[in-house]
């Protein structure tokens, strides 16, 4: 029973207006591409802001390398791939999720000389291997979102609430299974960060595209082609406004349905690179030999030379080409035109309109009900692939190719877009989007000896992704112990449970619960981003609740309305008897007031007759016992991914270390610079506040300093550099305590010479006061007096004014004189 007493009552109202609303946090959107990776981010005061990297830049190249124990990320890390390409790990989207033998690694190791990848441990997928370590691909990408992470959290305002991020949303290809974006998840836990939403390119896209535009109410179908560095994906959504409300208030939102999807692997930028790279590759060899193949450095060289090739090419129809020592002092140069290019690639152009023939199949339309293809990706700036574009796919149709996003940028600014719509921390413009599953879910239980019983569809192909979970009964045979369900994604296998003791758990839930029904339920889910997960089995059952009396309930809930009710009235609470006996007396009497009224209804339904709630059923589970084992690809286990942040945290204390030595190696290197300065080039200010004996022994210490710093600086540890400062600074301490001993010596001197000023003043100013004549004038026969009393005081005036400028005095009336105004004699006086 439930008694809340009103001084109890108007503290807990207190408390709830005074419980602080949680801080808006910051989430970033982090666009992560083959070839490059941009990020943005929204926070209070900071909103969609591109996040820069080091050197200003909108984005960087994708990867890390390692230069020691110095971590290098974007175009640093590309720009050491030269020189030691075992270390720089670069552009390696493509291998998350994936085994060492997939055809995904072949291709990587074929555009990346001098890598070696090894098996993660007792997982199948792809480390990179250094000479003393190797790096699993999840923790590189870990440690790539945990620089974009720093970079942002730099551009947050020192004067906000909100000083770290802990929420990212990030692109995917709209192919990745379950395993890759699982992986991606793993790297961003690694990281410190939550992942809010993995968001399609395309869908990113058109959620940048919708943003800022108006459409209709009938649906609108626009394309959005991909092209990128490592794959081409052509998306075909809808957009479609409609109104909540009346049209005067009500508010407008945007629908955004993913319609179709279709896509290629492997066509994309890397693909066209590699087809110059052989081009200049068979040149070379030509005119010099095979030599150059053993060679991981010059090889490495051509394919940055066969990138910009192709870059170039997109806007020139021919560029040259020219490598200094590119292979045992060998200088290559040749030239290559745009024709050779195309020529090269024309058995990659059919494959353009494939993805576009899917997705219209998909979604059951012709490419005659789409407004536009928006483009997106660096590989659409070919110019040979917009004119099959616009040949084969749009049947010559040009104006419907749209280039009004940027291409750069719409897909990162989409993601945060998405991320923020889902935290639902920032108020937003309302953009409902529904991304189907494109593949199948299912499994095929069977028991132990391998006899297939069933195979169950638990998410059929074009489900909503929401997060929702699926409740699928299986039916197993009677008294069968142990089973085995195997979990497919497209008719891949996934993962397999092995259920063990089926019996013996139902027997443990019908001994301890009085079960009306009972069932084997799997419990599965596809989580918004689009990961397949599965929660357990276990055995349900619905126990019924006993009868309960509804009176006690009732009372006590109008007994504490009217204790609400009397104490903001002012009145006291009293007890029900009281309030039935009131009640009656007020009856017999007189007409009862509001408050009375109120206290009689309390009592009146406090004789309700007791009615009986119906009896409510409750689920009782029992789990199966089950072991997992995995038919593809393993993602991380909690061990590993715990194994790896330490390791994170151990570099990231290591670059911090890093920073602050070099921040006082740069220190001592200024501060022994300065005081040569001040000592050779003689600066009067130093100079007069030392001896010759102590000009040289400062002199000896700062080129010591250089010279210690240039020998052994660069692997001294903190601590040593701390201290070298710290005698350096002793220097300037000295010379500036004694330049402050001088000013406050010359500050004395000035206030004894004010303070003397001051005195002579006041004392000629007593003299003068009493020669003053008083204010109501001359006695009688005092004329001739005041007449020369007003003369002398005048001069003392004169005197006075000269000795400051500060002091003003006052003369008498009748003893002023105006030297410069003659009177002419009155002769009646006279």
Request: hydrophobic share 40%; aromatic share 6%.
């Amino acid at each position: 029973m439930i008694r809340l007493r009103p001084l109890l009552f108007l503290t807990f109202l207190i408390t709830l207006v005074l419980i602080p609303a949680p801080a808006l946090a910051a989430i970033l959107g982090i666009d992560f591409g083959q070839s490059t990776t941009k990020a943005a981010l929204v926070a209070p005061g900071v909103p969609f802001e591109i996040v820069l990297t080091r050197d200003s830049k909108r984005k960087d190249v994708s990867g890390v390398a390692f230069k020691g124990e110095e971590r290098l990320y974007g175009s640093a890390a590309a720009g050491i791939a030269p020189r030691t390409p075992s270390t720089a790990f670069l552009h390696f989207k493509p291998l998350l999720g994936r085994s060492v033998s997939s055809s995904e690694a072949e291709r990587y190791l074929a555009q990346h000389p001098g890598i070696e990848l090894i098996p993660s441990g007792n997982r199948s997928t792809v480390s990179f291997k250094t000479a003393d370590s190797s790096f699993p691909v999840e923790e590189l990408l870990a440690m790539s979102i945990s620089h974009l992470k720093t970079l942002g959290e730099e551009m947050l305002p020192k004067s906000s609430a909100t000083s770290r991020i802990y929420d990212v949303a990030i692109t995917v290809p709209p192919y990745f299974d379950s395993v890759q974006r699982k992986a991606i998840i793993d790297a961003a836990d690694i990281a410190g960060v939550r992942v809010t939403a993995l968001v399609p390119d395309g869908v990113a896209t058109a959620i940048n595209y919708g943003s800022a535009r108006s459409f209709g109410n009938e649906k609108q179908y626009h394309f959005v082609l991909d092209m990128g560095a490592g794959s081409t994906s052509a998306t075909l959504v809808s957009f479609q406004e409609f109104q909540e409300g009346s049209h005067r208030f009500g508010k407008s939102a945007l629908n955004i349905t993913v319609e179709g999807v279709g896509f290629d692997q492997n066509l994309g930028g890397d693909l066209l690179d590699q087809r110059i790279y052989e081009i200049l590759l068979a040149r070379f060899i030509e005119a010099h030999g095979d030599g150059i193949l053993s060679s991981p450095r010059a090889l490495v060289r051509l394919h940055k030379e066969a990138e910009r090739v192709k870059t170039i090419l997109s806007a020139n129809t021919e560029v040259k080409v020219s490598v200094e020592s590119l292979y045992d002092d060998i200088d290559f140069r040749t030239m290559v035109s745009r024709a050779e290019f195309e020529d090269a690639i024309q058995d990659v152009l059919p494959r353009i309109s494939k993805p576009f023939d899917d997705a219209l199949q998909a979604a059951n339309l012709d490419i005659l009900d789409i407004q536009s293809i928006i483009l997106m990706g660096g590989t659409t700036r070919v110019p040979i692939f917009q004119q099959v574009l616009i040949k084969d796919v749009l049947k010559g149709d040009a104006s419907k190719v749209s280039k009004n996003v940027n291409a750069d940028e719409a897909a990162v600014m989409g993601v945060t877009f998405r991320g923020v719509s889902v935290s639902k921390q920032f108020k937003t413009k309302e953009i409902n989007v529904l991304d189907p599953a494109i593949w199948e879910y299912d499994v095929v239980v069977s028991n132990s000896d391998g006899g297939i019983f069933d195979t169950l569809t638990l998410f059929p192909k074009g489900s909503p992704v929401t997060g929702n979970r699926s409740l699928i009964e299986l039916q197993l045979p009677e008294n069968l112990e142990d089973a085995t369900l195997e979990f497919r994604e497209d008719g891949r296998p996934l993962f397999t449970y092995g259920l063990h003791s089926i019996q013996e758990s139902k027997k443990k839930l019908l001994q301890s619960n009085n079960c009306t029904e009972l069932i084997l339920v799997l419990d599965a889910e596809l989580t918004v981003s689009r990961v397949f997960e599965v929660h357990g089995v276990s055995w349900q059952c619905n126990v019924t609740r006993p009868v309960v009396p509804a009176e006690s309930d009732d009372s006590e809930a109008e007994d504490f309305k009217q204790k609400v009710f009397n104490f903001f009235r002012g009145e006291k609470s009293s007890s029900p008897e009281e309030s039935t006996t009131a009640s009656e007396a007020t009856t017999a009497t007189e007409a009862p007031t509001d408050s009375e009224s109120m206290t009689a209804s309390s009592s009146t339904t406090s004789k309700r007759p007791q009615a009986t709630v119906p009896p409510k059923p409750r689920v009782v589970k029992q789990p199966v016992k089950y072991s997992v084992s995995y038919s593809g690809n393993r993602n991380m286990g909690r061990a590993t991914k715990a194994s790896s942040t330490a390791r994170l945290r151990a570099f990231d204390k290591l670059d911090s270390d890093r920073h602050a030595r070099d921040a006082v190696r740069n220190d001592v290197e200024s501060y022994s610079y300065r005081i040569r300065e001040w000592i050779e080039y003689e600066q009067q200010r130093f100079i007069e506040h030392l001896s010759e004996e102590e000009r040289q022994t400062f002199l000896r210490k700062a080129a010591g300093a250089l010279e210690w710093l240039y020998d052994e600086g660069e692997s001294m540890i903190l601590d040593k550099l701390e201290e070298k400062m710290k005698e350096l600074k002793e220097f300037e301490k000295i010379i500036f305590q004694r330049e402050k001993q001088k000013l406050a010596s010359i500050e004395s001197e000035l206030r004894a010479s004010a303070s003397a000023a001051a005195a002579e003043v006041s004392a000629e100013v007593d003299s003068a006061e009493e020669l003053v004549i008083p204010a109501d004038g001359p006695e009688e026969g005092a004329e001739e007096a005041g007449a020369s009393t007003g003369a002398t005081a005048t001069i003392l005036t004169s005197t006075m004014m000269s000795n400051t400028e500060t002091m003003s005095f006052q003369e008498s009336p009748t003893a002023q004189a105006e030297p410069e105004k003659h009177e002419e004699p009155q002769h009646d006086e006279l």
